[in-house]
């Protein structure tokens, strides 16, 4: 069954600095999104894309925030100077009819 | 009003009870329902679409009342792996003209031995 890679699976970073998180969307679905989930809240959108550029995004996705897939494979999401409040899980999904997530990257902040 | 909601529990059920989760939203243009399961730490991953007309796979049976904005999951005969946390999800049309899923916060099932 096809399948949405992320990498890493567990990011850790000071507070400040940049992060990238990656993920590898299933071949032939053309549309992307993030998604985060706080520990113990609940999923929220944060960005979709389609035809190399952002359709919608959400309140939470601000400045700090940048999507881009740099080839034909790979969908990344950027955070410019990370916070505390940006710890979470990071989901990413490609969808064609119905959604496929990726099992997500742990960002701690520190 | 919160777009999608439910009642996060946790329901506490024996090994081979029935039970059943409900979710209230709150747009009514929301075009398509689904419930995700999502195991500790995990990607929420389809459990079954809901339709108007009542859909059943296997132990699930799931509900929609678009008149009162409303969805059910039945889970019957419950087993020790159904434990997880169960996501209610609205799939609606945004602005731009593309889709967005929202999700509830969760209801969390225990089943026990």
């Known amino acids: 069954e096809p399948e949405v890679t992320q990498t890493p699976s567990h990011q850790v970073t000071q507070m400040g600095q940049e992060v990238i998180l990656r993920c590898v969307p299933i071949?032939?679905?053309?549309?992307f999104y993030w998604y985060r989930q706080i520990l113990g809240q609940k999923v929220e959108f944060l960005v979709s894309?389609?035809?190399?550029?952002?359709?919608?995004k959400s309140e939470i996705f601000d400045d700090q925030f940048s999507v881009e897939r740099p080839d034909g494979s790979n969908f990344t999401l950027k955070i410019r100077s990370t916070k505390l409040e940006d710890s979470a899980m990071y989901f990413c999904?490609?969808?064609?009819?119905?959604?496929?997530f990726g099992s997500g990257t742990r960002l701690t902040v520190v | 009003r919160k777009e999608v909601e439910q009642d996060p529990g946790p329901f506490n059920v024996p090994e081979g009870a029935t039970v059943a989760f409900n979710c209230t939203y709150s747009?009514?243009?929301?075009?398509?329902f689904f419930w995700y399961r999502q195991d500790c730490r995990k990607e929420p991953k389809l459990l079954m679409s809901?339709?108007?007309s009542g859909n059943e796979d296997g132990r699930f049976t799931a509900q929609l009342n678009r008149a009162s904005q409303y969805i059910s999951l039945l889970i019957r005969d419950s087993k020790l792996s159904d434990s997880a946390t169960y996501l209610c999800?609205?799939?609606?049309?945004?602005?731009?003209?593309?889709?967005?899923?929202?999700f509830g916060t969760g209801t969390r099932l225990l089943v026990s031995p």
């Open positions: 809901v339709y108007s």
């Open positions: 747009n009514s243009a929301s075009q398509s």
């Open positions: 999904a490609s969808s064609e009819d119905g959604y496929t």
């Open positions: 894309f389609y035809n190399n550029e952002i359709s919608e």
């Open positions: 999800v609205v799939r609606g049309i945004m602005n731009t003209g593309f889709q967005k899923l929202v």
């Open positions: 071949s032939n679905h053309l549309y």
